[in-house]
Nanobody
Framework: QVRLVESGGGLVQAGASLRLSCAAS????????MGWFRQAPGKEREFVAG????????YYADSVKGRFTISRDIAENTVYLQMNSLKPEDTAVYYC?????????????????WGQGTQVTVSS
């Protein structure tokens, strides 16, 4: 089992930055892929960013490329999502996800473990 706990969400103005954290426990952190997804009201949960087991490869949705950065600290069992130049359309609940059977994935259905989510609200 893998337990994930997100933190770092909040209310910010457009153009600001936030850093989300996801603390993982339950298995050796370096053995599973990690991802960030988000879900806005009335919309499907969508992929935001993913990172491989080793942390050497990362992947981004086109909508956040160049503004968001995913990273993982294996010693701290934590994955981060640095979000810069935030826009109102980034407003959503952000979820951390983990999958032990893959090196990485951009597909939400391939992740078995999820956190409870953290709200990010960007005002214009």
């Amino acid at each position: 089992q893998v337990r994930l706990v997100e933190s770092g969400g909040g209310l910010v103005q457009a153009g600001a930055s936030l850093r989300l954290s996801c603390a993982a426990s339950g298995r050796t952190f370096s053995t599973y892929a990690m991802g960030w997804f988000r879900q806005a009201p009335g919309k499907e949960r969508e992929f935001v960013a993913g990172i491989s087991r080793s942390g050497h490869s990362s992947y981004y949705a086109d909508s956040v490329k160049g503004r968001f950065t995913i990273s993982r600290d294996i010693a701290e069992n934590t994955v981060y999502l640095q979000m810069n130049s935030l826009k109102p359309e980034d407003t959503a609940v952000y979820y951390c996800a983990a999958e032990v059977a893959l090196d990485y994935s951009v597909i939400k259905y391939e992740y078995h473990y999820w956190g409870q989510g953290t709200q990010v609200t960007v005002s214009s």
